[in-house]
């Protein structure tokens, strides 16, 4: 087995063909939601193969895969475009999902967000998805898939891709390119006007919620959160926060023209 780099260390693993990733209390929604994209035909996300042990089992996505800080493909207009097309296809093909009410009852890691439109991953980030050349054509780590309005997505997708990142590490070029990336997505996803609007708005409700998680997460004694809040991470969320109520307005009116 193969350690994969990336996200949690030394708990991801490719096994010939397949992803070994450890099980969580709500791993078993995340598979019905595989399986539904798997029966609509969905490229690019992987599919559930089994349950081993602790482990689940699914299959790898083949493309090349990226952090930050982003350069070469993930920096590319090309990779913009192609994440916000991937995007408006998933959320349109788990609306199916959503129409059976049973998500209610179900266990997600996140929590259910009113008005309920799609599923939303959660965490579309350059850093969970695969890349052919400067084309996005998979995405993978669904844990943190919950049904939410599109909206809720298309805020931390949008946030991850442009990037509004502040810290110098996250950071890619000057408030005009970030906003220029960003409109790409917004029209790759074909966002209404209403959408545009309310997206800086949602940026930071989002990330406020993000820092809240993380905080009661660590308050709980999850290990992970405890990490990141020692190494400042959540710093970093409320400096974005402010960077978007500052620029909030300029971004809107980059997104309308
Ligand atoms: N299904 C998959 N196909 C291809 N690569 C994957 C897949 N799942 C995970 N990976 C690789 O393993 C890394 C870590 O996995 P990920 O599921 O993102 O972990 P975490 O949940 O800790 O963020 C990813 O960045 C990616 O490189
Ligand atoms: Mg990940």
Redesign the pocket.
Known sequence: MEI?????EN??F?RND??V?PLNSYSSSIHLLLQHFEKQGIEGV?RFVAIDGDNEV??????Q?V?YPLSGAAASDAAVKSAGKLLRCLHDASVGFIADASYKYQQWMLPVREPVEVMCHG?YAP??V?LVGNEVV?I??F?TAHPAPRLWDLAYAIYCWAPFKTHVYDKLGELPDQIYRAKLFCDAYGMTKSQRQQLVATMIERLQALVDFMKQQATEGNTQFIANLADGHHLSYLADIDYLQQNGKQIIAGLME
């Open positions: 994969l780099s990336g996200g949690r708990a991801i490719k397949t992803v990733r992987p699914v299959t790898f996505v083949e493309g895969t952090n965490d850093y969970n695969a998979g993978f780590d844990d």
